[in-house]
């Protein structure tokens, strides 16, 4: 089973750096990344299993791009939605594979941990309202198969909540995601990070929110280069599981 990692960028290499660090980590071997970054500064390359297309064209929406990423990882199983400022433990992929040989369509993180707006205090939460377990939440840790994915005709767009159509969508189509992950893999292995990392960084929806804090953190603007932000091996993972915060 292959499964393929889709982040849409724009101008935020240092991000991007930690997000390749990440994924050569990762425990199971067949996987690949694909990145899709619009802002004209980066040039495509590539490394082991991982793409960087760079393109001087800006896409009218992240959902746009990730349709096209779709497209480039044609001969993945899995399609796993994965944000540059966000942050996946070594065995991420290899619990997403679990869960697909169990039989899901669709599926999220049991767990997600989150930083604090500052970056200063790590927390545990559910992905799930108590109240409502199948509504959908932390889009960064969600994964489709491609037969589920193509079945509904991919994301629409250009809108904010795109991520919650597309999972309501599969959900409406092929039933609740099946959540074997936290069966045989109780740890959450994924970090959503709340702060300031321009959120809406990748379309022209989003021009108004550029990415200061990826433009400080570099000394050249075309320059690329992997500087982890985590060490997966110092953080500690808090044992309290907080409700889903939104």
């Known amino acids: 089973m292959k499964i393929a990692w889709l982040c849409a960028s724009y101008n935020r290499?240092?991000?991007?750096?930690?997000?390749?660090?990440?994924?050569?980590?990762?425990?199971?071997?067949?996987r690949e990344l694909w990145i899709l970054e619009d802002s004209g500064l980066l040039e495509s390359r590539e490394g082991l299993n991982w793409h960087l297309i760079g393109s001087n064209h800006r896409f009218n929406s992240v959902s746009h791009k990730r349709n096209i990423l779709?497209?480039?990882a044609e001969d993945a199983d899995v399609y796993m939605i994965t944000d540059d400022?966000?942050?996946?433990?070594?065995w991420a992929t290899a619990s997403v594979a679990n869960a697909y040989e169990g039989g899901a369509f669709w599926t999220r993180a049991s767990q997600a941990m989150e930083w604090d707006m500052v970056g200063e205090t790590l927390t545990r939460h559910e992905t799930f309202a108590r109240n409502s377990p199948?509504?959908?939440?932390?889009?960064?840790?969600?994964t489709f198969s491609r037969r589920a994915f193509q079945a509904v005709g991919g994301y629409t767009e250009p809108k904010l909540g795109d991520d919650w159509?597309?999972?309501n969508s599969i959900r409406e189509k092929f039933g609740l995601h099946s959540d074997t992950i936290s069966?045989?893999?109780?740890?959450?292995?994924?970090?959503y990070s709340r702060g300031e990392t321009g959120t809406?960084?990748?379309?022209?929806?989003?021009?108004?929110?550029?990415?200061?804090?990826?433009?400080l953190s570099l000394e050249d603007p075309t320059a690329f280069k992997i500087k982890p932000l985590y060490d997966y091996e110092k953080l500690v993972i808090p044992d309290l599981v907080l409700p889903r915060k939104f």
């Open 183 to 191: 069966e045989a893999f109780p740890l959450p292995w994924y970090i």
């Open 165 to 167: 159509t597309l999972a």
């Open 13 to 30: 290499p240092r991000l991007l750096g930690n997000l390749i660090w990440a994924f050569e980590q990762q425990t199971y071997p067949d």
């Open 85 to 90: 400022d966000d942050y996946y433990f070594p």
């Open 70 to 72: 779709a497209t480039m």
């Open 134 to 142: 199948q509504e959908p939440a932390y889009g960064g840790c969600w």
């Open 200 to 215: 809406y960084h990748s379309s022209e929806m989003g021009n108004e929110f550029y990415d200061l804090a990826g433009k």
